[in-house]
Structure formats: structure tokens, C-alpha cells
């Protein structure tokens, strides 16, 4: 591990020296993760890019694109497409990235699954914010807003997302 890692504990989400409250996937942490189980996947995880709602908020970090009116993710297994940003008109399975709500204002990616997919095994393990503390996600990591925003400009190349395999229900 290095300093720039963020590690899932069970206290939190530890990232340079501070302790960040977050939430997991309903399905809680699982070594076999499959597409709809809302569990988050033991790994080791590169943080690969990141999205932001340019009308709700300043650009985040200089890498970061943002998302636009007809940015979606699929989320159909049987799709060629599945795992990877697309945009609408999508005929298939896929989740709206520019949401009505928070949530997506500030996502950070990972490598969960990407960028080779294999089918089922579970698509988009982001970092975003959180509905609210306690409670749980459908896979991914929740911050709350203060706290993702903070940490979102000190994200460096090399940060992975390490979610330890003893956290595994």
C-alpha cells in the first residue's frame, strides 16, 4: 500500500491519513461478484477516470470530464457495450449518468470489470455521494458531498481502491 491508496475499513474509508465515513454495496463485500447482487468487490482497484456535473459544480480535478445530457452506462451482460460509457439514444439496459438527483454530480471510476468486461461479472463500481449515511448503495462506495469533494483534487495517478478480502461477508 502506499500513501495515495484508499483503503476500506470497517470504520470508514482511510485516504491520506483521514478516516472518511462511507457506505457499500446492500449486498456488503464479496469476492464473486455478479451484476444485480449490489455487493462491492474485493480488489485492488485503479481509480481509471472521473465525471462531474459541470452545471452543479467547478470542475474537480484537471483530469476530470464532464457529464453531459446523454451520458449512460450500460448495464445489459448481453450487450457488447456492457461496463462502458455510452450514449442515448441506448436501447439497452443502462443506468442515466446525469441524474435528477446528486448522486452522479461528482463520480469517480474504477476498473471494476473494465476495461474488458466479463458478462455478469457486475458493471460500474464508482465512488459517488452518498443517499445519506447508513445507507447502502447498489455496489459502489458513498461519500458524502464535503467529504467526496474534498477528496476528489487529491486523487493521484497511482490511488487505487483497496477493498480488503477480510471485509468479505
Known sequence: MTRFDMVLTRQGLRFMGRLYPCTIGRGGVRSDKREGDGATPVGVHRLVGMLYRPDRMARPADWALPIGPRDLWSDDPRHEDYNLMVRAPYPHSHERLRRADPMYDLVIITDW?????????????????????????????????????????????QTR??????LAD
Open 113 to 157: 470489470n473494465w476495461p474488458r468486461a466479463e458478462r455478469g461479472r457486475g458493471s460500474a463500481i464508482f465512488i459517488h455521494q452518498w443517499r445519506g449515511p447508513g445507507q447502502p448503495t447498489a455496489g459502489c462506495i458513498g461519500l458524502s458531498r464535503a467529504d467526496l469533494r474534498a477528496i476528489a483534487p487529491r486523487i493521484r495517478y
Open 161 to 166: 481502491l483497496i477493498v480488503p478480502d477480510s
